[in-house]
């Protein structure tokens, strides 16, 4: 079975301060994305990266950067927290090529004070 | 632009009724994949299932259903004889592809309550 780990299913920061949320999967995937839900908003693209090293801004990518230097991990950053980053974040990946899906850790509730 | 709309925001039925969860989309691409995703209290998204746009054929899985319509633009999903542990947050999502990946775009989820 595929194995999505996030570092945290609960984080608390203050604002201004550096966030790091690891990502691990152990299937080899080329794929990996950061999301992040909010009620009423379903789930946005924050990043994601096709390959290692390799990454793409999505659709909400501002306040956030990302990084992946080897293939099973990506990390997602928050260079500065401030309150309107509270939220889950959600991890994915998925073996490359259409149409697989994409398999999701359980999830990191982010709180920033 | 890709779009999903799912515009039942909360579902509650009482258990063993049947209930049908609504998803449409819009898409430019000839080419598309639709998902559904369950996202039980634990949080973690566990996928349903994957259509591609060239099948339109309805899909039964125990007491799941989907009803892919491509006239319509629209992806349902039915639960027959609804029990507890289908109570979750229901997902349905559009695939467009960027650089390689696929990317999702989701739709704002429907939360389904079913009580005993």
């Known amino acids: 079975d595929v194995k999505v780990t996030q570092s945290s299913r609960y984080l608390v920061k203050r604002t201004g301060e550096k966030v790091f949320l690891e990502c691990v999967q152990d299937?080899?995937?080329?794929?990996m994305f950061w999301y992040r839900q909010d009620p009423g908003l379903g789930l946005r693209l924050i990043y994601f990266?096709?390959?290692?090293?390799?990454?793409e801004k999505g659709d909400i990518p501002e306040g956030y950067s990302v990084s992946r230097e080897k293939k099973e991990r990506f990390s997602l950053i928050l260079e500065s927290a401030s309150t309107n980053q509270t939220s889950m974040y959600l991890c994915?990946?998925?073996?490359?090529?259409?149409?697989?899906?994409?398999?999701f850790g359980p999830g990191t509730r982010l709180t920033v004070l | 632009a890709q779009k999903v709309t799912q515009a039942q925001t909360e579902i509650s039925v009482v258990e063993k009724e049947d209930v049908t969860l609504d998803c449409v989309y819009e898409t430019r691409d000839t080419t598309y994949y639709l998902f559904w995703y369950k996202q039980p209290p634990s949080g973690e998204l566990v996928f349903l299932i994957r259509?591609?746009?060239?099948?339109?054929q309805n899909e039964i899985s125990g007491r799941y259903s989907w009803n892919f319509q491509k006239s319509t633009s629209s992806f349902n999903f039915t639960i027959t004889a609804s029990q507890v542990v289908d109570s979750a947050v229901y997902f349905c999502?559009?695939?467009?592809?960027?650089?390689?990946?696929?990317?999702?775009?989701f739709g704002q989820g429907t939360r389904l309550t079913i009580n005993p």
């Open positions: 990266s096709y390959d290692v090293k390799m990454k």
């Open positions: 994915a990946s998925r073996d490359s090529g259409t149409p697989n899906e994409q398999f």
């Open positions: 299937m080899d995937h080329e794929n």
């Open positions: 999502a559009l695939s467009g592809v960027i650089q390689g990946a696929q990317k999702l775009v």
């Open positions: 259509r591609n746009s060239f099948d339109e």
